[in-house]
Antibody
């Protein structure tokens, strides 16, 4: 079935970088924008940005500009989100989510999430 | 971009109806029909319930309905069931061409 499969949990030290992958399955990867959303423990959802898998174009939330990089590899239908200069408050579950073609700016398919823990 | 404002918690008895509000500004909720709602059970990924203010994806129960008035969007759950106990988030497109989520509402079924 249509799904997004994310990479496994990561533990990183402060100042390091993390790269999370999101592999699309059973749909045309280049046909839908992919968004990244994070959720710190016990907190709400925070939108980080999107990538257009067709063109590689990106749009990041102002908070993450200069700090996050979203890329894709169309040959393997996979998107990536790399976050640099990690701090302890970047500890969160990171989700990728497909934009709903029937309703732009909503997200109809979500990955299961990747837990990123930042700790010294 | 500040998070949209939602009430922290709402509760109701089985069979009742409850409404969750989501307040933004003219730059987001009030300016566009791109308001969506998500349900999230503990430890799970969010699930799309409503898009474009009031449209339901196929497979979502018609007990969930959405509306908007001015800068405030609302999600109504009718015929409340035990399985509806979860966190609910609204989301909106913004004038800055970004997306913003609400602060989240915890729904408790008494």
């Amino acid at each position: 079935q249509v799904q997004l499969v994310q990479s496994g949990a990561e533990v990183k030290k402060p100042g390091a970088s993390v790269k999370v992958s999101c592999k699309a399955s059973e749909y045309t990867f280049t046909g839908y924008y992919l968004h990244w959303v994070r959720q710190a423990p016990g907190q709400g959802l925070e939108w980080m940005g999107w990538i257009n898998p067709n063109s590689g174009g990106t749009n990041y939330a102002q908070k993450f500009q200069g700090w996050v990089t979203m890329t894709r590899d169309t040959s393997i239908s996979t998107a990536y989100m790399e976050l640099n200069r990690l701090k302890s408050d970047d500890t969160a579950v990171y989700y990728c989510a497909r934009e709903n073609r029937q309703g732009p700016h909503s997200f109809d398919i979500w990955g299961l999430g990747t837990m990123v823990t930042v700790s010294s | 971009q500040s998070a949209l404002t939602q009430s922290a918690s709402v509760s109701g008895s089985p069979g009742q109806s409850i409404t969750i509000s989501c307040t933004g500004t003219r730059s987001d909720v009030g300016g566009y029909r791109y308001v969506s709602w998500y349900q999230q059970h503990p430890g799970k990924a969010p699930k799309l319930l409503i898009y474009d203010v009031s449209s339901r994806p196929s497979g979502v129960s018609n007990r969930f309905s959405g509306s908007k008035s001015g800068n405030t969007a609302s999600l109504t759950i009718s015929g409340l069931q035990a399985e509806d106990e979860a966190d609910y988030y609204c989301s909106s497109y913004t004038i800055s061409s970004t997306e913003v989520f609400g602060t989240g509402t915890q729904v408790t079924v008494l």
